[in-house]
């Protein structure tokens, strides 16, 4: 009796852990999403802990929210993008069409949101078009508040009129100029939680806690480029998403992905 026992109760622990609804969860983005295989590292640590919880992804390279929607990509061919026709279903379409998705997080391009007139004529609505596109009404919504890029100040982004508006002209839009990081990375914050509130959506806190990071341990190099993520960065970036979708502490998992021991607990011990 006394080896039944515990059988008994590792069955009974295993049924109700097995019985947990699956909780689907699509990112949507570009490379500041997968670079370093990020959902794949948020994966693992909610296999440890949350199984039912499925992390899918539909992103390629530099593409925007607006042409998530509005291209047709071909993931296979380097540069292959064109815009859709009449009748044209884009792979994210279809994607937001495929399952009624539970939770929906939204990466966009970071100059994008620093523009005013891109941020409210391009980036908001395309968001409201994701949000309609899915079948689950109440799905849960984020935008993925990325962080401020390594650069030289001043620095000011502007786009030409036709990304914006489709017109032929010498206009520019521009974003502030801005003199330091800190000043940046305020806008940047600024900016996203505009659109949160615009659009009734999360915001993650990616950003502001990469940048607290960098001025904690600037010895954790966790850009890999000017902006994109380095295995330190995706696996921050991980942590971040894991308390967000479990409630739970990044201290306590075991996972450590690529890195060594010590950087990773550094890591999961500051979110």
């Known amino acids: 009796m006394k080896k039944i026992l515990p059988l008994i109760i ?12 699956t909780i689907n969860v699509l990112f949507v983005g570009n490379s500041l999403t997968y670079y370093n295989d990020m959902p794949q590292l948020l994966q693992e640590m909610l296999n440890e802990t949350d199984p039912n919880i499925k992390i899918d992804q ?14 047709m990509v071909d993931p296979s061919k380097e540069n292959s993008r064109f815009e859709k026709q009449l009748g044209d279903t884009t792979s994210t379409e279809k994607k937001l069409l495929v399952k009624p998705w539970d939770v929906v997080i939204l990466q966009e391009g970071t100059v994008r949101v620093l523009i005013p007139e ?24 984020a935008i993925f508040h990325t962080w401020v890029s390594k650069h030289e100040y001043p620095k000011e982004y502007c786009y030409s009129s036709f990304l914006i508006t489709r017109e ?14 800190e000043q940046e990375a305020k806008a940047v ?7 949160a509130n615009a659009t009734n ?5 990616n950003g502001n806690i990469a940048n607290r990071f960098l001025s904690s341990y600037p010895d954790i190099e966790i850009f890999e480029d000017d902006q994109h ?8 970036n991980a942590c971040i998403f894991y308390e967000m979708l479990t409630n ?11 890195l060594d021991p010590k950087t990773s607990k550094i890591i999961k011990n500051f979110i």
Not at 10 to 21: T, V
Not at 172 to 181: A, D, E, G, R
């Open 168 to 181: 032929i002209s010498d206009e520019q839009f521009c974003s502030t100029k801005f003199i330091n990081f």
């Open 189 to 195: 914050d600024e900016a996203y939680t505009f659109i």
């Open 118 to 141: 891109s941020k409210d004529s391009l980036v908001i609505p395309s968001i409201q078009r994701i949000k309609g596109l899915v079948p689950n009404k109440d799905c849960r919504f």
């Open 201 to 205: 959506i999360e915001k993650s806190n």
């Open 229 to 236: 993520p380095s295995m330190a960065g995706a696996f921050l």
């Open 248 to 258: 739970k502490k990044a201290k306590n998992l075991i996972f450590s992905g690529k």
């Open 10 to 21: 590792s069955l009974f622990l295993w049924g109700c852990h097995s019985q947990k609804r």
């Open 58 to 71: 539909i992103t390629f390279p530099g593409v925007s929210l607006q042409s998530h929607l509005n291209f």
